[in-house]
């Protein structure tokens, strides 16, 4: 997939061919398998999949938050003209929080349990922005909290994360990552542990939020409809590989991939006439073991022996349209 030079038309983010492998002693998992998308400054992208596709590992490399056996085995991540791949941990940690942040999965873990929300917002400023008074700190806190939501916020300060509920402990980890007004902001399933209307809150106000600050946002889900209300474009990830690229509104009308149109079928509609809800038939296939060619053609009712035998390379479909598949779907035309 071709890529444009960063800055050149207002790109922040350029990942390049991006491979990041898993070393354990059973063999090698690659999670992210020649990846490359950009992002520009003040827009969503959405990175759909199931669990295992790769979606966290890609954010996790951009970053460089991995694990031990983790390892950036070659590719570029090219952010606001600066190769991060290549970046030293001491440039790392000047560029997370300050100019890049994430919320993570689970609010409960994000957060100290031994530290007020006061102490944990202001550690922010501390490390980011040292020139502050605490006075200013405490000011700062309560308008982020303010911001967010949160009623009450002069005793939310003073309160522990187990004093809070699920869904005003995701906001607390929003403001967070939002306080120190970062260019990027990455949010790995944010809504993962929390009901149907606390998702729907928590994703109008994050979505809220990098509007008005001009932050981009790439918005991490295994949940196709999310993304489907809030991107500017969605990539879709298999087994560690890019297999769709487009827009929202071309993805989602006009969606080519199997895989992709099994994950838009899997929505549920209030108004559908199917008896039975759709789904994608067998298993994501193990990542030690796996197949010959295309990663989906055991899941997949279009598969033929070329799909088994020669893997297909992502490529431009239509101005702007990426996939890779062998024999996409035309327009209108159903597969499960």
Known sequence: MAVSNTHSDGVMLDVRNLCMYFHTFDGVIKAVDDISFSLKE???????????????AASYSILKLLAGNGKIESG??????????????????QV?????????????????????????IS?????????????????????????????????RLKSYPFQLSGGMRQRVVIAIALSIEPKLLIADEPTTALDVTIQAQILRLMTRLVRDQ??????????LAVV?????????????????HASRDELIHHACHPYTVGLLKC????????????YIPGMVPAMLHLPQGC??????????????????????HTPGHFMACHFPLQAGEDVF
């Not at 570029?76 to 790392?92: P, R, W, Y």
């Not at 942040?101 to 957060?111: E, N, P």
């Not at 929505?267 to 759709?278: G, K, T, V, Y």
Request: aromatic letters at 4%; proline letters at 6%.
């Open 123 to 155: 550690e922010m400023f501390i490390l980011h922005r040292p020139e502050m008074t605490k006075a200013e700190r405490r000011e700062k806190c309560l308008e982020l909290l303010r911001a967010v939501g949160i009623p009450k916020p002069e005793e």
């Open 96 to 120: 997370r929080g300050d100019k890049i942040s994430m919320v993570f999965q689970d609010s409960l873990t994000s957060l100290d349990p031994l530290k007020t929300i006061e102490q944990q």
């Open 214 to 223: 001009g932050t981009s946002l790439i918005l991490i889900t295994h949940d």
């Open 42 to 56: 003040k827009e969503i992208l959405g990175i759909v999949g199931e669990s295992g596709s790769g979606k966290s």
């Open 267 to 278: 929505i549920p509609r209030l108004r559908s006439s199917r008896p039975r809800l759709p």
């Open 228 to 244: 489907s209300e809030n991107a500017d474009r969605i990539a879709v990830m298999y087994c560690g590989k890019l297999v769709e």
């Open 76 to 93: 570029q991540i090219i952010f606001e003209g600066q190769d991060l791949v290549s970046a030293s941990e001491k440039t790392m940690r």
């Open 295 to 316: 990663y989906f053609a055991d899941r997949c009712p279009r598969a033929q022996d070329r799909c088994r035998q020669e893997q297909p390379q992502l490529i431009e």
